[in-house]
């Protein structure tokens, strides 16, 4: 294909792309070295009471919004440098809690910003081997059943996957809500209740059970997809020389599926680190937060209908420092195939 | 091969393979099958925490009325009907109502025909028939006990939440948003695909990692950039209107500028765009599957470029289009965190607009109408998984079968 010609088929997509996503990028970069805040000025107001003889005055120093012309709250923005990731970081208070008797770890997970990053990274790397695990075991019991129910199965497998996420969440959340169901039948089998939504660690193992559920399926379909695809030559001979079922399993399917598996892991890597609508459908910002939340509950208005959008941009930027970390191994992964292939 | 004895399980590990994949099953459907029972129940029925009281609703039924035996046969016999009768006939009707072999013309007016009898048959000619049934059987010694109500079912919660509450404004603006991000990315991202398809350049490989880190990155900080752009695009785009080459053009639209924030062609857009990356990788798998030799000979035969991805490439194409409209449509349909931000309460869509219910809950009643609202949504995903499951599953795998 001509330069020009690929130039054409491609140019749409990347102005897209560079307006509404290189372009915010940066501007996200340069907001969080500035901030924007409301002018207020302070004048000198004079109220005085009747009294005896003279008037009581006294004057004092009160700080007002400046308007403009249109009536509007005027605003500022100036430079502030690093003030907005002090603020999010906050270095004094972490070396207050690593200091003699200042609490540690506990001490940390007060402030905001460790919560969240301590949530999430919990929250990625826990649920990525079960997810693999889960999808690994129910792909290779469908792969030993009859047809016949391959295709149901498949069907009502894709249904935890397909719903909405927040909706997901919050449907796992009703079985629990109040009496619901499953309290019930945990209050049964267990012989204690336990208010699921009363504390955060049950709280967060319900995140993970709901994201494992929901991500299962993919991890299923796709190593399902991958079974059918197993040499059953390889398989015969390994029966031939003795294997047994496990060390089928352990040196002729692991490794046939492997590709998959760093393929499942890097996609729930990616998605499980935005971890933000389990937030939403458990309500559970009171306990729990992850990084994506932080930086929504930045931008949304406050009671006065501000919204710190340079905070937010410093959150921002963190939590696309940690998203480019984790992302490094896949990078040199697809750069060292593409070489390859060509 | 699979019938070879050695590979064959053993008795117990097949009853184990079996229970594990029965549990699962029940695993992955009953959230979602719990909670649409749910929704038709009074609210004392609805969170009883006795699995019995909820699906069968004694006081739902004592208060509102339910389904007799017969009015459950005859809701399942058409509900089956409706499903099967597409997969038998669907081609022929469609083939029929086609005008001059185009058959995606005809599949559409045979989609949006038979939803709308389906929904005819269903919601007026159904509860009808069988309350005529019913009333007739009562009066029969010992047929009345089929027609006697046994489930409790009521639709209050729906009427509340669609009525009263004017959901279907919700709906559609989300239909509204779907609709728009689905065509535009499919348009651009198929051509940004087929382009990257066919070349070799390495300015291609590097789009396609940035594509990569781009789809990585988490959508809240996408819309931080957006978030102040969209507050003040009055005052940014306001000298488009007051300058006078312009003004006159951009005044036949509307007198002032508009405001970005809260416009759902807005979000259109900034949709498209965040599912760009995602777009492109997945239709571009797709494009290289196709042979390379099929454009060269539409070449040698006098097409251009265009000519021959059009004629000849895009009718190959239309699985892997399918496929990936779908995904864009879960993007737009399920997304919460874009539209909550970027769309104000006249312009919400329905993912966010729940957590208005959420947020009330002062009546019982409330809890259930957020779940009602909550099934209302989830309803259309599960119509687009009884479809199209074909699709969902090449398209999970095209990504990973390609890395």
Known sequence: MKARTFAAFVAPSVVLMLIFIALPLISVFVQSFYSTQQVFQQISVESCTPGFTTQTCTTELRSRQVMDAAGKPMTTTSFVGLESYRQLLKPEEVSKAFAAGGGGLSALMTIDFYKALRFTLSFTLITLPLVVGLGLLIALAVNNLTKSIRGPLIFISLLPFIVTPVIGALSIRWLFIGDGILTAALRWMTGSSIAMFAQGWTIEVLMMVYRVWHVAPFAFVVFYAGLQTVDQDTLESAIVDGASRMERLRHVIIPHLMPLIVFISLIHLMDSYRVFEEVIGFSSEAHRISLQWLTFSYLMPDETGNRSISRASASSMLTMVGIVLLLIPLLMRTWRDNRVSR | ?403
């Open chain 2, 1 to 403: 091969m699979a019938d070879t004895k050695a590979l064959q399980p053993p008795l117990a590990m097949k009853l184990l393979i079996g229970g594990f994949v029965a549990l699962w099953a029940l695993v992955a459907m009953f959230p979602l099958f719990w909670v649409a029972i749910m929704s038709f129940k009074l609210p004392v029925d609805a969170l009883s925490s006795n699995p019995l009281n909820v699906i069968l609703g004694p006081s739902t039924r004592a208060n509102v009325g339910g389904l007799s035996i017969i009015s459950l046969a005859l809701g399942i016999a058409v509900l089956v009907a409706i499903y099967q009768v597409p997969i038998r006939h669907g081609q022929s009707f469609a083939s029929r109502l086609a005008p001059q072999g185009r058959m995606i013309i005809g599949w559409l007016v045979f989609v949006v025909l038979y939803l709308a009898l389906a929904g005819v048959l269903l919601f007026m000619l159904l509860p009808l028939v069988s309350s005529l049934i019913n009333a007739i059987l009562i009066k029969v010694p010992l047929l009345g006990l089929l027609a006697e109500p046994i489930i409790g079912v009521t639709l209050e919660h729906y009427r509340a939440v669609w009525i009263q509450h004017e959901f279907y404004r919700n709906f559609l603006n989300s239909m509204m948003i779907t609709f728009g991000v689905v065509t535009v990315s499919l348009t651009v991202g198929t051509l940004a695909a087929y382009g990257l398809a066919r070349t070799k350049s390495n300015l291609a490989f590097w789009l396609l990692i940035a594509a990569l880190v781009f789809r990585a990155l988490p959508h809240s900080v996408l819309v931080t950039g957006y978030i102040p752009v969209f507050i003040n695009s009055r005052e940014w785009l306001a000298p488009l209107w007051t300058f006078p080459l312009t003004g006159w053009f951009f005044q036949l639209f509307s007198a002032n500028a508009p405001s970005l924030y809260g416009q759902p062609l807005a979000i259109i857009i900034v949709l498209v765009s965040i599912n760009q990356p995602f777009t492109i990788w997945m239709m571009r798998s797709f494009f290289m599957n196709i042979p390379n030799e099929l454009d060269e000979a539409a070449r040698v035969d006098g097409c251009t470029q265009f000519g021959a991805f059009w004629r000849v490439i895009m009718p190959v194409m239309w699985p892997g289009v399918i496929t990936t409209g779908l995904f864009s449509f879960l993007l737009a349909y399920n997304d919460y965190l874009v539209t909550a931000l970027l769309l104000d309460a006249q312009s919400q869509t329905m993912v966010p607009a729940i957590s208005q219910y959420l947020n009330r809950d002062t009546r019982l009643s409330d809890q259930i109408e957020a779940i009602a609202a909550a099934v209302s949504i989830t309803a259309p995903l599960f119509l687009l998984v009884m479809v199209f499951q074909k699709q969902i599953v090449s398209g999970l795998t095209a990504g990973a079968v390609k890395g």
